[in-house]
């Protein structure tokens, strides 16, 4: 293969810094094995499968005893997967099919992830996790090597389809001056420990992968830019950029405000006890999204009222008196659970999800409310409780009355459909706060399935009419006197961040590691700037000219953050 020419990539950064280092790739997954025959002995072969998840469990195990502290918690969940034991069915069930080994450890972990994606966010992100968990499991079936970071002499910047933390963790910011991956998102596990290790890296920088070993790579993990081939202006550029991001980035701490002290609330997503943990850590104002969902995933029973409480007084616990917004359960439809199986749906995204499948269980709910409250008189905590794909007053008022009626001190809904968006003044009638996921609310308002990438323009926050909407839901905040804030991945965009500002929101929630940078740029502009970026951005014609004339508005030092 002739190596890559010059050109620049652009990805998603996730972890700040420069650097330039000759590229190492990493190997790749053996695969399905063609030429196997199909199981005549399911048990037996079921056993087989089983000592090679064993053996990728122990590997995790022992890589997690060697991995600094703050990335054992990462090992340990991943080492966990690798032994779940509804995997091993699922693979069972298509060795009784007559499949192969490995294709049946292919399949049954391909419907795992599907369901997995489904879910978004946190849980999404631990796709990365399970596949790496299947090629090292293929691997040891096919008795060849595992997939992985290459022995390598000097400085590298190590390049991938995907890593999982596995081999993230146990990199040395010494040596791998960076991590360059074609896929993954701002919270997958490869980011989270990017960052912590002090290593520059970009996620989903595709193209990347056109790149031969050995080949200089030059990066900056702040914009999410990669170039191939540099030359040395380009690499001393970088260089230059990443002193000056610093620099603007300097003294960022405290709470969020405009330039002016209009107060914006900077919190963090986060989707398990040991999430809330690490989160609590960073120098933000609490949580604006703790997804419930793990709880109840992968199981073939509830979670039950002691079990929750347990995990919510964890998590309370974990930020002290900082705010913590909880998300009921958002399941069904699309992210189905084996024991509130509600029967397919020809369209899941439209059907019964999050309060609607819980109008149906309400055990479900009524059981996760107490647990919640339980966890609140055992904390006294800043606790505020919110529903997913609220449409209307009557669903509103329904999970209002349920959960002030076991002692809830304050109670909200999620503005994820426009019907919400649109009557927000309405809904905030009955209702204390509300919360703004613009993943779904831009998936419903463009008609574009998030899933699919090939819709990814539509799926834009800059889109002009997903920003009427969040106009529309801030409008019914302020004619409430209610507070809106958002926790999609829009609050998390140092420049989206200004706009949301501007049209009236009043928390952002985002991945811990953007927090800086979001608290840095408002921090260099007033209130009045925001609202005229915003405005600018609603009456834009596309999604391009709406970022292109808040550009124009920014403050010049807000160009190295973006």
Not at 120 to 143: H, K, N, P, Q, S
Not at 360 to 379: G, M, N, P, S, V
């Given at each position: 293969?002739?190596?890559?020419?010059?050109?620049?990539?652009?990805?998603?950064?996730?972890?700040?810094?420069?650097?330039?280092a000759p590229a190492a790739i990493v190997t790749a997954a053996p695969g399905v094995d063609i030429h196997e025959a199909g199981?005549?002995?399911?048990?037996?072969?079921?056993?087989?499968?089983?000592?090679?998840?064993?053996?990728?469990?122990?590997?995790?195990?022992?890589?997690?005893?060697?991995?600094?502290?703050?990335?054992?918690?990462?090992?340990?969940?991943?080492?966990?997967?690798?032994?779940?034991?509804?995997?091993?069915?699922?693979?069972?069930?298509?060795?009784?099919?007559?499949?192969?080994?490995?294709?049946?450890?292919?399949?049954?972990?391909?419907?795992?992830a599907k369901m997995l994606e489904a879910l978004g966010g946190y849980m999404a992100e631990r796709v990365t996790d399970l596949?790496?968990?299947?090629?090292?499991?293929?691997?040891?079936?096919?008795?060849?090597?595992?997939?992985?970071?290459?022995?390598?002499?000097?400085?590298?910047?190590?390049?991938?389809?995907?890593?999982?933390?596995?081999?993230?963790?146990?990199?040395?910011?010494?040596?791998?001056?960076?991590?360059?991956?074609?896929?993954?998102?701002?919270?997958?596990?490869?980011?989270?420990?990017?960052?912590?290790?002090?290593?520059?890296?970009?996620?989903?920088?595709?193209?990347?992968?056109?790149?031969?070993?050995?080949?200089?790579?030059?990066?900056?993990?702040?914009?999410?830019?990669?170039?191939?081939?540099?030359?040395?202006?380009?690499?001393?550029?970088?260089?230059?950029?990443?002193?000056?991001?610093?620099?603007?980035?300097?003294?960022?701490?405290?709470?969020?405000?405009?330039?002016?002290?209009?107060?914006?609330?900077?919190?963090?997503?986060?989707?398990?006890?040991?999430?809330?943990?690490?989160?609590?850590?960073?120098?933000?104002?609490?949580?604006?999204?703790?997804?419930?969902?793990?709880?109840?995933?992968?199981?073939?029973?509830?979670?039950?009222?002691?079990?929750?409480?347990?995990?919510?007084?964890?998590?309370?616990?974990?930020?002290?008196?900082?705010?913590?917004?909880?998300?009921?359960?958002?399941?069904?439809?699309?992210?189905?659970?084996?024991?509130?199986?509600?029967?397919?749906?020809?369209?899941?995204?439209?059907?019964?999800?999050?309060?609607?499948?819980?109008?149906?269980?309400?055990?479900?709910?009524?059981?996760?409310?107490?647990?919640?409250?339980?966890?609140?008189?055992?904390?006294?905590?800043?606790?505020?409780?919110?529903?997913?794909?609220?449409?209307?007053?009557?669903?509103?008022k329904w999970f209002a009355d349920k959960a002030r009626g076991v002692g809830l001190p304050k109670v909200g809904i999620m503005?994820?459909?426009?019907?919400?968006?649109?009557?927000?003044?309405?809904?905030?009638?009955?209702?204390?706060?509300?919360?703004?996921?613009?993943?779904?609310?831009?998936?419903?308002?463009?008609?574009?399935?998030?899933?699919?990438?090939?819709?990814?323009?539509?799926?834009?926050?800059?889109?002009?009419?997903?920003?009427?909407?969040?106009?529309?839901?801030?409008?019914?905040?302020?004619?409430?006197?209610?507070?809106?804030?958002?926790?999609?991945?829009?609050?998390?965009?140092?420049?989206?961040?200004?706009?949301?500002?501007?049209?009236?929101?009043?928390?952002?929630?985002?991945?811990?590691?953007?927090?800086?940078?979001?608290?840095?740029?408002?921090?260099?502009?007033?209130?009045?700037?925001?609202?005229?970026?915003?405005?600018?951005?609603?009456?834009?014609?596309?999604?391009?000219?709406?970022?292109?004339?808040?550009?124009?508005?920014?403050?010049?030092?807000?160009?190295?953050?973006?």
């Amino acid at each position: 293969m002739t190596p890559a020419e010059h050109k620049v990539l652009h990805g998603i950064g996730v972890s700040a810094g420069t650097a330039a280092a000759p590229a190492a790739i990493v190997t790749a997954a053996p695969g399905v094995d063609i030429h196997e025959a199909g199981s005549v002995d399911a048990e037996a072969d079921g056993a087989r499968i089983r000592e090679a998840l064993a053996s990728v469990q122990a590997d995790l195990k022992e890589r997690q005893e060697r991995a600094p502290e703050e990335s054992k918690p990462i090992l340990k969940a991943a080492a966990q997967l690798a032994g779940d034991r509804g995997l091993a069915k699922a693979i069972d069930k298509k060795l009784k099919k007559g499949l192969g080994l490995t294709q049946s450890v292919h399949d049954a972990v391909e419907e795992y992830a599907k369901m997995l994606e489904a879910l978004g966010g946190y849980m999404a992100e631990r796709v990365t996790d399970l596949y790496d968990i299947r090629d090292r499991a293929i691997a040891a079936i096919r008795g060849l090597p595992a997939p992985g970071v290459p022995d390598f002499e000097g400085e590298v910047i190590i390049v991938a389809r995907d890593l999982a933390p596995a081999e993230t963790a146990t990199l040395s910011p010494d040596s791998v001056k960076g991590i360059i991956t074609e896929v993954g998102g701002p919270t997958s596990h490869t980011a989270i420990l990017a960052a912590q290790l002090g290593i520059p890296a970009i996620v989903k920088a595709e193209g990347i992968l056109s790149v031969e070993s050995g080949q200089l790579v030059a990066l900056d993990g702040g914009v999410g830019e990669v170039i191939i081939s540099p030359i040395s202006e380009e690499v001393e550029l970088l260089a230059e950029r990443s002193r000056r991001r610093a620099q603007a980035l300097a003294g960022s701490t405290g709470e969020g405000a405009t330039y002016d002290g209009y107060k914006v609330k900077l919190l963090a997503n986060i989707g398990t006890a040991d999430d809330a943990a690490r989160a609590a850590t960073h120098d933000l104002e609490g949580a604006g999204l703790f997804r419930t969902e793990f709880l109840f995933l992968e199981r073939n029973d509830a979670p039950t009222l002691e079990e929750q409480t347990d995990t919510y007084t964890k998590v309370l616990e974990a930020f002290g008196q900082r705010r913590v917004v909880v998300r009921t359960l958002d399941a069904g439809a699309d992210k189905p659970l084996s024991f509130a199986d509600l029967g397919p749906e020809e369209n899941p995204a439209l059907g019964r999800r999050g309060l609607r499948l819980c109008q149906i269980r309400e055990d479900l709910i009524d059981t996760q409310l107490e647990a919640l409250a339980a966890a609140y008189r055992k904390t006294s905590a800043d606790l505020w409780v919110m529903a997913p794909m609220v449409s209307t007053l009557e669903e509103a008022k329904w999970f209002a009355d349920k959960a002030r009626g076991v002692g809830l001190p304050k109670v909200g809904i999620m503005i994820e459909v426009p019907a919400a968006a649109i009557r927000a003044g309405q809904l905030l009638d009955v209702v204390d706060f509300a919360s703004i996921g613009t993943n779904d609310l831009t998936q419903y308002t463009m008609a574009a399935d998030r899933l699919d990438g090939e819709l990814a323009p539509l799926l834009n926050t800059w889109q002009p009419a997903v920003l009427q909407m969040i106009k529309f839901a801030c409008e019914g905040g302020r004619s409430t006197g209610k507070s809106i804030g958002v926790c999609g991945e829009a609050g998390g965009d140092p420049l989206l961040a200004l706009v949301l500002t501007g049209l009236g929101v009043g928390s952002l929630s985002m991945a811990p590691a953007k927090v800086n940078a979001v608290r840095a740029a408002l921090r260099m502009h007033d209130l009045a700037t925001c609202q005229q970026m915003a405005a600018f951005a609603v009456d834009a014609p596309s999604a391009e000219d709406a970022r292109e004339a808040v550009l124009k508005l920014v403050n010049p030092t807000m160009l190295d953050l973006v």
